[in-house]
């Protein structure tokens, strides 16, 4: 499990990712910049105060409370964005790391979006439960990696098992390998902790959940 950790970090990285690390995170900024505009505006057009001096203050406080919650949202949107692309994604791991092996199907593009989104709120829930947890010293740290290893790690093997396989069957293999999913997902939540980095967490899990979803395959066993 630590080569294939390693081995989807250093994918992320490689020249055939590249181009999609640089849309995401282009994409990504542009998107959060787009938003930030949006809700300078509607905050100075909405909200007025008759002295100029206090209305400048609490425009720059505002604008500067934008940007911390535009830093709560990065993760999320670029799981969003990215969400749009871990086909891709998964292909080019099964064709550079398993050249022997077919390749998978690629998901419908209704089932595409209905994952980006999905990924959005996975990880928009499990941040939140965060910030909830930084209320309870101790135990804060160890909660959101447990979450976020459940949580993240649950879809995005499933994401990877379903261009092999029917989603019942994706579902039942991942129960069967819960353990060893929990485990993996614990490298992504690891990873969702690093700032700007964790930009990238999209690309990191994907391959690394394809290279585990083979091994599990090759066991047979199920």
Do not use: C
């Not at 709120?121 to 939140?128: E, R, S």
Request: hydrophobic content about 60%.
């Amino acid at each position: 499990m630590f080569e294939d950790a390693l081995a989807a970090l250093s994918d992320v990285v490689s020249k055939p990712f590249r181009a999609i690390l640089l849309r995401t995170f282009g994409l990504t900024l542009a998107g959060l910049v787009a938003l930030w505009i949006v809700l300078v505006w509607l905050f100075n057009h909405f909200v007025t105060v008759p002295w100029g001096w206090v209305e400048t203050t609490i425009d720059i406080v505002a604008g500067a409370g934008f940007i911390v919650g535009l830093v709560f949202l990065a993760a999320p949107v670029s799981s969003l964005i990215a969400g749009l692309y871990l086909d891709e994604i998964a292909e080019k791991v099964e064709r550079t790391a398993f050249p022997a092996d077919p390749t998978g199907q690629p998901l419908p593009l209704a089932q595409v979006l209905v994952s980006s989104v999905k990924f959005f709120g996975v990880v928009i829930l499990a941040n939140l439960f965060a910030l909830i947890l930084l209320l309870l010293p101790g135990i804060n740290l160890v909660a959101f990696l447990l979450v976020n290893a459940y949580l993240l790690g649950r879809e995005y093997f499933e994401l990877a098992a379903l261009r092999f396989r029917p989603y019942d069957e994706a579902r039942d293999l991942r129960r069967a390998n819960g353990g060893r999913i929990f485990a993996a997902g614990l490298f992504v939540a690891l990873f969702v902790m690093i700032p700007v980095v964790n930009l990238a967490t999209p690309l990191f899990a994907t391959a690394f959940m394809v290279r585990l979803h083979k091994r599990i395959s090759a066991e047979g066993r199920y």
